[in-house]
């Protein structure tokens, strides 16, 4: 991969070496799918999750040249449909070479619809999507896994913001991808999501398909200590001192969440200041802000008045671990307990806010900052 002017990455992966830590959690995920188990790997969005998985499959790839590592973002999908359309693009293909594998002996295994090759604009590479119809997609997706238990290959496919699945018409996609699933022995899931308390519905209740099928994994912040350290590495690369009080600052300001601290420290680099203060942290987060205010304005327009005041609230006490307390509602002139309860629900619904063991927050470290401004 070609090096990067800036380190700290705010999208996709780049590579191992721009990648921070979570050795522990990589090796956990690797032990656990070499032994067939299935993950659930949760935690808040922008914490870290699509880094964590796309490390993982480069040191899969490291070791085990036969394993084919797909990942696929299904939050634009809006149905059983999309899945299935999605799912086809992702894994046709990639289990052998078009060229090696006919179009009809790929015929032979997809009855149901037609294999539509192409090539990838991109990439250049030639690349396969499905055709077919809507009374058909539970048979084609039948195929698909088909496909993918005829191969010689392990598979392993992170399936991210798998929650979705659970706002699809179609009630049965559950029971379906559970049924197909058990029966693949050569397939392996990680199930990535960002709103925890449908990914604990999913995997946790005992009237869903997915209940107790997977090993757990909560993805916490990377600890400081290991932070500092990568930091410091990066920042030398452009003559940067960067000490350790300094950075705990920035650490402690958006709690370790990993986007953020990103943010900021790609910010710093930009500015390049020789030691790194107080005063250029400030700035660095103020142009931030700034640059982020018309987004924030607009979402807090389509609040309604109970949800925008207590969103405000929580912003401006950083963490509240009792919200019905009498005191925080004294303290903020609030409504009763059940409109704060229904505005709470459909906060947390808008991943506006979110619930730690600490209690609630913003979800949005950089909207909190505005939040508490206004």
Partial sequence: MNKL???????????????????????????????????????????????????????IGKENKN????????????????????LGKTVIGKLDSLPQKTASAIANIFKSCRVVFS????????????????????????????????SDKECIIAIDEFQQISEYPETETE??????????????????????????????????????STEKMNLKPIPMETYFEFSCKWMKTKGITLDKNTFEKIYNMVEGHTWYVQYILNKLFELAPEKVTESDISEC?????????????????????????????????????????NSFIRKYNLKGTSSINKALAQLINKELVFHTEKGYSVYDRFMEIWLKRI
């Fill in 5 to 59: 002017y800036n380190p700290f990455l705010l999208l996709g992966y780049a590579g191992h070496e721009y990648f921070c830590g979570r050795d522990t959690e990589r090796k956990e995920l690797i032990s656990a799918l070499r032994n067939g188990r299935n993950i659930t790997l949760m935690s808040p969005r922008r914490m870290g999750k699509t880094g964590l998985i796309k490390d993982t499959f480069y040191q």
């Fill in 67 to 86: 394993a084919v590592c797909l990942y696929m973002d299904i939050f634009a999908t809006k149905s059983l449909g999309d899945f299935v359309s999605l």
């Fill in 119 to 150: 090539t990838d604009i991109a990439s250049g590479l030639p690349q396969a999507s499905l055709d077919f119809k809507e009374q058909d997609t539970q048979n084609t997706l039948g195929e698909i896994f088909s496909y993918i238990k005829e």
């Fill in 175 to 212: 029971a379906l991808l559970r049924s197909y699933i058990q029966f693949c022995p050569n397939l392996h899931f990680i199930f990535s999501g960002s709103k925890q308390h449908l990914m604990d519905d999913i995997f946790s209740s005992a009237a869903r398909p997915f209940y107790r």
């Fill in 285 to 325: 987060v103020m142009k931030i802000v700034e640059a982020e205010t018309d987004g924030y304005k607009r979402i807090y327009d389509f609040l309604t008045l109970n949800q925008a005041q207590l969103l405000v609230a929580i912003a401006k006490e950083h963490i509240v671990p009792a919200i019905n307390s």
